[in-house]
């Protein structure tokens, strides 16, 4: 089956500590995955996406993630943690086309970020 | 940039009645999605659309209903909103490619009371 887990429901870092949010899929064909962002009361925002090529991808907000094939990781980082990051953060995973071209993606659960001063 | 506008940020229904909620994208996508986002359980498809007048069930399809009569705008309806419909509903569109994002509207907060 497919599936997207998140295994951090919740995390706090310290304003200018490092950041790993973790990101684990189960797909049976070669996937294409993102990173979204979403603020209080806000729609999700593409922070990144990674479809080939080089495992490591750059995105919006100085944040990256590394596709992990062996482990089957998508994980995103952030060097140095602002206040604004403070958000939650969805990973999503993707493939082939069915029907009429829709690329069906499959949510995980989210992380919730809380940065302290 | 892809702009996905949803016509409403909060709404506040009684229950029995008939909603519509609706979305319009800018950017000629052929594909429309809507999902609904509740704590916990992230992001689930309602519908989705990948043509005018086309439309397939999603995950959840249950006590929804969709509408799209023009490629720009997709519109969710709930047919006799039941309080269990309370929930954030997010629009979203993409290109016929199916390595391209989705790309989301701000979201509508539907209260069924």
């Known amino acids: 089956a497919q599936s997207v887990t998140q295994p951090d429901i919740h995390?706090?870092?310290?304003?200018?500590?490092s950041l790993e949010l973790r990101c684990n899929y189960s797909y049976g064909a070669t996937p294409y995955l993102?990173?979204?962002?979403?603020?209080?009361?806000?729609?999700?925002?593409?922070?990144l996406k990674y479809f080939s090529g080089d495992t490591l991808v750059q995105g919006i907000k100085g944040f990256e993630a590394e596709f992990k094939r062996s482990q089957s990781s998508f994980n995103l980082r952030k060097p140095s943690v602002h206040w604004s990051d403070a958000a939650e953060y969805f990973c999503a995973v993707g493939g082939r086309k069915i029907s009429g071209g829709y690329n069906k993606l499959i949510f995980g659960a989210g992380?919730?970020?809380?940065?302290h001063p | 940039d892809?702009?996905?506008?949803?016509?409403?940020?909060?709404?506040v229904k009684r229950t029995g009645e008939k909603v519509f909620l609706e979305c319009v994208q800018d950017m000629d996508h052929e594909n429309m999605f809507w999902y609904r986002q509740d704590p916990g359980l992230g992001l689930r498809l309602?519908?989705?659309?990948?043509?005018?007048k086309m439309k397939?069930?999603?995950d959840i399809p249950e006590g929804y209903s969709v509408s799209r009569e023009k490629k720009e705008r997709f519109s969710l309806i709930l047919e006799s909103a039941s309080t269990n419909q309370t929930?954030?509903?997010?629009?979203?569109?993409?290109s016929g490619f199916s390595n391209q994002p989705q790309h989301f509207g701000?979201?509508?907060?539907?209260?069924?009371l």
């Open chain 1, 11 to 17: 995390i706090t870092v310290s304003e200018g500590a």
């Open chain 1, 34 to 47: 993102f990173w979204y962002v979403q603020s209080p009361g806000q729609g999700l925002q593409l922070l």
């Open chain 1, 111 to 115: 992380t919730r970020l809380a940065v």
């Open chain 2, 2 to 11: 892809v702009k996905v506008t949803q016509s409403s940020r909060y709404l």
């Open chain 2, 46 to 52: 309602i519908y989705f659309s990948y043509d005018v």
């Open chain 2, 56 to 58: 397939e069930k999603g």
């Open chain 2, 87 to 94: 929930s954030m509903y997010l629009c979203a569109s993409s």
């Open chain 2, 106 to 112: 701000d979201g509508t907060r539907l209260s069924i």
